[in-house]
């Protein structure tokens, strides 16, 4: 059973608008969960992190998530796309069976001017 | 410096050629792993390390052999590779080997294999 889910791998934006990136995870987790961000060629970087503290996790560059756990989903938002926003996102969570950290599929995002 | 540095950035080998990639963490972590990352491929977790030990291998190919002579040192040794081994590799620790910490990773080593 996937532990992290993210649908759509390509995400078109306008330039200005609101940017939604979808992650819902498996019931069974632990209580934490992560969004991480990956430009052309470089690694991935760390943008927030939900340790259940509060439901609302604000990150860098304007990004926030929302932890709801009726919905099993973190969803990714940034209410005004900047063109340096184009890259891949991940989700990712830790696997209940080895707490390895696993990764959804990842959203490319495309922001168009 | 900090964070967790990989050396080379870029690499090109032929498929008889013998490489190493380099990383190295700065941060006092306990956990090293090589992911590989492929063209609309999900990441693929390679290899664990805890405290030097190995503790996963995730049915990798005997060409791929890690090493990790200390907690801030993790090599992958590379040997007669084939075109599909072309990809990102990143390298990431973590505090300790749990997923909760998060990972810090690298800025990756492409490899083409030609």
């Known amino acids: 059973a996937q532990s992290v889910t993210q649908l759509g791998s390509h995400v078109s934006v306008s330039e200005g608008a609101l940017v939604l990136l979808r992650c819902n995870y498996s019931s069974s987790v632990p209580p934490y969960l992560f969004w991480y961000v990956q430009y052309p060629n470089q690694g991935l970087q760390l943008l927030l992190k939900?340790?259940?503290?509060?439901?609302l996790v604000k990150g860098i560059n304007g990004f926030e998530a929302e932890f709801k756990k009726s919905e099993t989903s973190f969803h990714l938002t940034k209410p005004s796309a900047h063109m340096s926003d184009a890259a891949e996102y991940f989700c990712a969570v830790p696997l209940v069976r080895n707490n390895r950290l696993a990764f959804g599929k990842g959203n490319q995002v495309v922001v168009i001017p | 410096e900090t964070g967790v540095t990989q050396t080379p950035r870029h690499l090109v080998m032929g498929m008889t050629n013998k490489k190493s990639l380099k990383c190295e963490q700065h941060?006092?972590?306990?956990?090293m792993y090589w992911y590989k990352q492929s063209a609309k491929k999900p990441l693929e977790l390679m290899f664990v390390y805890s405290l030097e030990e190995r503790v996963e291998n995730n049915s990798v190919p005997s060409r791929f052999s890690p090493e990790c002579p200390n907690s801030s040192h993790l090599f992958l040794h590379l040997h007669t590779l084939q075109p599909e081994d072309s990809a990102l590799y990143l390298c990431?620790?973590?505090?300790?080997?749990?997923?909760?910490?998060?990972?810090?990773f690298g800025s990756g080593t492409r490899l083409t294999v030609v």
């Open positions: 941060l006092g972590h306990n956990a």
């Open positions: 990431a620790s973590s505090q300790e080997l749990q997923g909760n910490y998060g990972y810090t």
């Open positions: 939900y340790t259940s503290a509060a439901t």
